[in-house]
């Protein structure tokens, strides 16, 4: 969208539930729509900024609306590894209450319509415009996703020269965001599943020792390890969980390890159950009928209930853990908290463990 | 300095201060072991105080470090301390108290359900300490954890009931449950005074009703193989003014169903409720492979129709039995008898029902073919119902109306054991037996 060009005419649900329409927010001087999304490691980085944004203009005269814009079908298992939550309406919802996010949250995930307007290819970017709902600026917010780094505020200066009736300096810079993913995608991310599950399949079975050397942490990474039964309905049960999980985070720093308590003699069983389940994680059987010796070898502490989920950090530190059923939401954000970041994306586990701390 | 987890703890007012303290001193235990294991500086955090392992540094057996935590929400009774008052309903109709036994000498309190296979697999060693040791001054008593309402269909593969007093009374009465056996389901106070992690799980008292002995009956889930009888020897030694050899041991079975967890089952019925519901005609020839299953499941065969009133009305049992059983080698197949032109509404009323296994509709109105295919106990009215084994053996038929707990019983003794130690076959086996001598 050129600069000069008309606001477009959305009319789009917002996690309160309700519809939200460009006439809606007619009485604002200025009118900022920002494309975010659940998912975008650069959306959660710039989460804050876009925060004080909304929170410092709303009285003077500015509307700040955020529009999700990514085909949740098209979002690839493998761009899920900065996040907890899909980007479907009701997970943005999830997400808003999560991470505190009071401005009008929109889903436009079906049509996509807004953000092929605007003609936006990452979250986030920001449209900005003026009282006649002509587009002033558009592009990045700053000019660093290290908040720390930031030189040049451009959206505020954009707003700042709008509210003082001045030309805006600089009406269009590069958004370098989490490029937006559009239905188009949907058939790669359905071959990343497919690709996924037709990896093989295997389970080992571990003996005490083992057991012990897992619970010590040997992997040099943080390390999830679950403890499940066939016969256990809520190991079953949240098992496809735990394997999503698995599949969203397996490119970062983090093993994954099931641990059935069944039977040795029981394998055949337990296998049919991990390839219907297209279980490709690190899988081990108890070696040894007993499980009170088992459970033990792996730790003296260890529940007697299954299921039980633990993170372990590097050193072995028992950072969560679940006994009974897994909260998944929980699982997520643990590991979020945790793992270290990566070069792309600095500040994301400092982001995770605030909103922990909150 | 963990700032994050030592703020959060700090803020934390509903836990009491020592663990507070001990959750900074946790903290700090990482920070530094973290540098030693040269980590990236950034500082790992809990996701949440509550349900996460933050509180206490044991580690027993670990250095330092966090270590796995005992459930912080519903903390095992310590040893040593007061038995917890309760007052109970039983399946007796009447309520139990804690005072009721203080002429005991030893008072053990073992938590146990109906829908648990551990727990299963302990009855009868649960009835032979009741048994041994009635006389010698020792109460037994069991107490069901579990809200009905908290527990799946999903976690009913072992069992022809859940966990309510209705079905207790039923299972008691079919097992011979004498020992008293009461109902926690409804507030689950007295489940989480005791911090009972598991069915079974078991609490022994001495004279003065202070906790002598908490945890698992023995050392082995399969009764050939026990070695160490722990809750008997805690006994042994009460009884002998003895001092109990081993005071807790860790305790293994189902998870107790909190009712604060009970999301889960509607989360269950949402998803079962999004699966599809499909259709398919059916020949003569197509039932006969049916009743010779050649499968190493076992088949629950039910024949209906939209005239037969009984029919609707059990459906939804049917359906709920194919939920229970579907993990395991179980199939149910449900035959429509209706003629073929009624195909859909026969659909419609599976997609009411959410009848997500295999349904089938008979494809012709030449009931003779049909009887020929299924056998002659089908004397072409409905419902009725076949329970068919590997192999083609029909154990359970039944023309008319069923009592749904009877066909899933007959299920339960079909399919084999998953593992060695269940036993669960050898349960509902036992069960059908008694009822037919009974009959």
Same mark, same amino acid.
């Given at each position: ?134 587009? !002033? ?28 009736? !001045? ?153 969560? !853990? ?37 | ?29 990482y920070a530094s072991s973290a540098q030693d294991a040269g980590q990236p500086a950034s500082q790992p955090a809990a996701a949440n105080p509550s349900s996460a392992a933050g509180g206490q540094a044991t580690g027993r ?151 002598? @002995? ?212 050898? @349960? ?12």
């Amino acid at each position: 969208m050129a600069i000069g060009a008309s606001a477009p005419d959305f009319d789009l649900p917002g996690v309160d539930g309700k519809n939200h329409k460009l006439s809606d927010y007619a009485s604002a001087k200025i009118l900022a729509i920002v494309l975010e999304s659940d998912h975008s490691p650069a959306s959660q980085l710039y989460e804050g900024r876009i925060g004080k944004l909304y929170e410092s203009y709303k009285d003077k005269g500015v509307a700040l609306v955020a529009i999700s814009p990514d085909s949740p079908d098209a979002v690839a298992i493998d761009q899920m590894a900065y996040t907890d939550e899909g980007d479907g309406l009701e997970d943005m919802k999830d997400a808003a209450e999560y991470r505190h996010i009071d401005w009008p949250y929109l889903y436009d995930g079906d049509k996509q319509t807004a953000a092929k307007v605007l003609g936006a290819t990452t979250t986030p970017e920001i449209f900005i415009f003026d009282q006649a709902r002509n587009l !002033q600026y558009r592009g990045r917010i700053d000019d660093n996703i290290d908040e720390s780094l930031v030189k040049s505020r451009d959206a505020q200066s954009a707003i700042d020269a709008l509210l003082a009736g !001045q030309p805006v300096a600089v009406a269009t810079t590069e958004a370098n965001g989490t490029p937006i993913n559009w239905a188009s995608g949907k058939a790669n991310a359905q071959a990343k599943i497919a690709k996924i599950e037709t990896e093989p399949i295997s389970v080992s079975l571990a003996s005490k020792d083992e057991l012990g050397k897992i619970r010590s942490n040997p992997t040099g990474k943080y390390l999830v390890v679950n403890f499940w039964a066939t016969w256990c309905g809520p190991c079953v049960g949240e098992f496809p969980d735990l394997q999503e999980t698995y599949r969203m985070f397996r490119n970062r720093d983090l093993t994954f390890i099931t641990i059935s308590e069944n039977d040795p003699t029981e394998k055949a069983g337990v296998m049919d159950f991990l390839r219907k389940e297209h279980a490709s994680s690190e899988n081990y059987l108890f070696s040894d009928s007993n499980v009170y010796t088992m459970q033990a070898a792996f730790d003296p502490e260890m529940p007697g209930a299954v299921p039980v989920t633990f993170l372990f950090a590097p050193n072995g530190d028992v950072l969560y !853990q679940q006994v009974g059923d897994l909260d998944t939401m929980k699982l997520r954000r643990a590991i979020l908290a945790n793992l270290p970041d990566t070069k792309e994306y600095p500040g994301e586990q400092k982001y995770w463990s605030s909103l922990a701390g909150n | 300095m963990n700032s994050f987890g030592r703020k959060r703890y700090l803020r934390s007012a509903k836990w009491p201060l020592a663990l507070v303290c001990a959750a900074a001193m946790v903290a700090f235990a990482y920070a530094s072991s973290a540098q030693d294991a040269g980590q990236p500086a950034s500082q790992p955090a809990a996701a949440n105080p509550s349900s996460a392992a933050g509180g206490q540094a044991t580690g027993r057996g670990r250095g330092r470090g966090r270590g796995i935590q005992p459930d912080l929400e519903h903390p095992v009774l310590p040893i040593g301390s007061p038995a917890p008052d309760f007052s109970l309903e039983g399946i007796d109709g009447k309520i139990h108290t804690l005072g009721e036994y203080s002429n005991a000498k030893v008072l053990a309190v073992v938590f146990e359900s109906n829908h648990c296979p551990v727990s299963i697999a302990y009855e009868e060693r649960i009835r032979a300490i009741y048994q041994d040791y009635k006389d010698k001054g020792v109460q037994l008593i069991a107490i069901n954890p579990n809200n009905a309402g908290a527990v799946r269909l999903n976690e009913l593969g072992y069992t022809d009931s859940t966990d309510s007093m209705p079905e207790m009374k039923i299972r008691a009465a079919l097992r011979h449950i004498d020992w008293p056996y009461l109902y926690d389901g409804e507030t689950q106070t007295t489940a989480a005074k005791f911090g009972a992690v598991a069915t079974p799980h078991i609490f022994i008292f001495d004279q003065d009703r202070k906790l002598r @002995y908490e945890g698992r009956i023995d050392d082995s889930t399969d009764i050939t193989k026990v070695k160490t009888q722990d809750a008997r020897n805690a006994i042994d030694a009460l009884l002998a003014g003895q001092p109990v050899p081993v005071a807790s041991t860790p305790a293994f079975g189902c998870s107790t169903k909190w009712l604060s967890k009970a999301t889960g089952v509607k989360e269950e019925m949402e998803a079962i409720m999004k699966e599809p519901v499909n259709l398919s005609a059916a020949s003569a020839d197509d039932l006969k492979k049916i009743r010779a299953n050649a499968s190493d499941k076992t088949v629950v065969v039910e024949f209906w129709s939209l005239k037969c009133k009984d029919c609707l009305d059990e459906f939804h049992d049917y359906e709920n039995t194919y939920r229970m059983y579907r993990r395991r080698k179980f199939d149910m197949i449900t035959v429509s008898t209706d003629s073929p032109g009624e195909q859909s509404k026969v659909l419609d009323f599976l997609h009411e029902q959410y009848a997500s296994g295999t349904n089938l509709q008979f494809d012709s109105a030449d009931t003779k073919a049909l009887q020929a295919a299924v056998g002659e106990k089908w004397k072409s009215s409905e419902p009725f119902v076949m329970v068919i084994g590997p192999n083609g053996n029909v154990v359970f038929q039944k023309a008319g109306k069923v009592n749904i707990l009877e066909v899933r019983r007959h299920v339960l003794a079909s399919i084999p054991n998953d593992g060695p130690w269940f036993g669960v076959q050898e @349960y509902w086996t036992s069960v059908i037996k008694a009822e037919g001598n009974r009959n």
